[in-house]
């Protein structure tokens, strides 16, 4: 299960899991974003490599544009899997612990 | 503990609620169960992208043994496909060099401690281990 709202000024919350089965509805949501900013994570519990292929695509549509997308309030486990798969030298990413949460 | 599970990527929200069952029941640490779904779902949507003509059904099997969670999961499929081989990522690629596909067989294997596949008379069967230390 996967909720995705955009709070305004390019900040989008994500709540639930983004796994292979609600990559699209991910994909859909950030595409109809023009601009997104900050993915405040705070109350993402899952990752999977399929919803690391929507951040990816994201990251690229906006950098092509000057913009760039900026993860926040990242668990420690959701963390680990960024920071295997390089994401961390993609995306400025902010913890929760570094967030003072 | 064992399931079957319809070869479709809804079935995930099951196969999770299953590895969520075994966890409770066998008391295992919470804290391992991340990297346990994450494995898990990585593999079973494998199966189900890239063997769709398969029979309906994939089978898993979770077992606690010698301070480990064992997976199983089985799959009848007319070629093999060896996950144990080494599928590198260049990690600090620049982005437009880095692909949005082809990270979940890298992430299995980061995740795992061990990784078995065999292949005989047309079923795959991939075992994975995770230790709970």
Known sequence: ?101 | MRAVFKRSLASLEDVFAFTEKFFAGEEVDGKHLYAINLVLEELFSNMVKFNEEGPDTVSVEMLRQNGAVRVQLSDQEPEPFDVTTPRPLDIDAPIERRAESGMGLFLVQKFVDSLDYTYRNGTSTITFVKRLD
């Open chain 1, 1 to 101: 299960m996967l909720e995705l709202e955009h709070a305004g000024d390019g900040r989008v919350i994500v709540v639930g899991r983004l796994d292979a089965a609600e990559a699209r509805k991910a994909q859909e949501f950030l595409d109809g974003i023009d601009n997104p900013r900050e993915l405040d994570c705070a109350r993402l519990e899952y990752i999977s490599s399929a919803g690391l292929g929507i951040l990816l695509r994201t990251q690229k549509r906006l950098m092509a544009k000057g913009g760039r997308l900026r993860l926040v309030n990242v668990s420690n486990h959701i963390r680990d899997v960024f920071r295997y798969s390089g994401f961390d030298k993609i995306f400025d990413i902010v913890g929760v612990a570094d967030s003072g949460q």
